[in-house]
Each structure stands twice: as C-alpha cells, then as structure tokens.
C-alpha cells in the first residue's frame, strides 16, 4: 500500500540555522510530491509541489525540496530558518487514479525555531 | 485571497448523535475532499466528490458516514451514529477543475465525540 513517512518528529533550530526535514515514499507508479505547512492556528497550506522535470524545486518562504527518484524521498530544505517558520510540516503524495486525486500525508513534523 | 471556510471550527456531541460537517468551497472549485486527523496521527483521507458524486472512498469511509452538496454550494460531511473514535480535526479541501494536484484546505472542524 502507499505511504509516506517523516521520521523527524519534532526538530528545534536556532534561526539561521540550515533545515532538512525527511520525506519518503513508497508508490508503485507515478507520483507526486507535495510539502504543506501549518502554521500555530491556521489551516494546511501549501508549500511546494513536484510533478515532474527539475528535481529541485522551489516553494514559497525560501523553501526548496529535491526528489531523488532512486532513494524515493522528497526532502525539504531551507537554508536559513526564522523564527516566523514555526510550524507543522507535512510531506504528502498522490497517484492519479480515477480522478480523485487524494494525498496520503505523512505523520508530520513540528519544527520549532528559538531567538 | 479566497478561502476554504469551514463551520463550526469545534463541535462537541454525545455518542450515538448525528453531525454534520459544513464546508464552503472556493467559488470555482468543482472538486471536493474531506481528511481528518486524530490527535497525534497522519492526517487521513476519507473521501472525494465531484458532479454529485463520490470519486473516490477510503476505508474509513463505511456506512456512517455521507457526503453531499445541498445547495451548490456548502459541502457537508455527515456522521449519522458518532462513535468516540470519531473524535478528531475534520478537513476539508477544494481544488478547481484543471488543477489536478492544488488542493487547498479549510481551518478545520474539531469534533469531540463524549
């Protein structure tokens, strides 16, 4: 069956601190990549998505995550975090199957950033 | 910036009631999700709904619950029989017709079942 796991729960950084937060994913087909956020009292928001073509990609807030095809992970990256990236991360993936399109999320991971 | 709205952002009932779920789509989204999130796990998909109808289902999704577009416009999630485990953050997400994979989230219901 599909899934996708994160294996860093909670990671605390010091702002300019570099982030990598881990994201794999077990498909038998085609995939997709997404990286949401949630921010301390807001809804799931989308970061960055992967479809195909440049493995690097870039999101919003300096966020950049790389799909390596061959180790089947999506790892998102920043190379200076703020205090204001405190949130929830999630990795996320869909198949195209019967046009529902439905993400199967990982379990997540709290990133707290400290002054 | 449009948003996906949903109401009400927590909703406490008795085991054995009936809830149900409401969610404002963006204006043009045509296609439509609910997930949920029990505390502490992944957050889960239940269920996809397009043209009135359900696209796709998951095994969460059993005979308790339903889906629907009343008005053409809220989309509602109902649980006829709430059972404990029930008890979790319900999401609903949106996304317009040639956006396969943009799929934007509401804030979320908390439903505690007691």
């Known amino acids: 069956a599909q899934s996708v796991s994160q294996h860093n729960h909670h990671v605390i950084l010091s702002e300019a601190a570099s982030l990598e937060l881990g994201c794999n994913y077990s498909?038998?087909?085609?995939?997709?990549l997404f990286w949401y956020v949630q921010y301390p009292g807001q809804h799931l928001q989308l970061l960055l998505k992967?479809?195909?073509?440049?493995?690097l990609v870039k999101g919003i807030k300096g966020f950049e995550a790389e799909f390596i095809k061959s180790k089947f992970s999506f790892n998102l990256r920043k190379p200076s975090v703020q205090w204001s990236d405190t949130a929830e991360y999630f990795c996320a993936a869909s198949l195209l199957t019967g046009g529902g399109n439905k993400l199967t999320f990982g379990t997540g991971t709290q990133l707290k950033v400290e002054l | 910036e449009p948003e996906v709205t949903q109401t009400p952002s927590h909703q406490v009932t008795q085991m054995g009631q009936e809830v149900i779920l409401r969610c404002v789509p963006i204006s043009n989204h045509l296609y439509f999700y609910w997930y949920r999130q029990i505390l502490g796990q992944k957050v889960e998909f239940l269920v996809s709904?397009?043209?009135?109808?359900?696209?796709?289902k998951s095994e969460i999704f059993d005979d308790q619950f339903s889906v629907e577009r009343p008005d053409g416009s809220n989309f509602t999630l109902k649980i006829r029989s709430t059972k404990l485990e029930d008890s979790a953050m319900y999401f609903c997400?949106?996304?317009?017709?040639?956006?396969?994979?943009?799929?934007?989230f509401g804030p979320g219901t908390r439903l505690t079942v007691t």
């Open positions: 709904f397009y043209n009135n109808e359900i696209s796709e």
């Open positions: 498909y038998g087909g085609t995939v997709n």
């Open positions: 997400a949106t996304r317009e017709a040639d956006k396969v994979y943009e799929q934007y």
């Open positions: 992967y479809f195909s073509g440049d493995p």
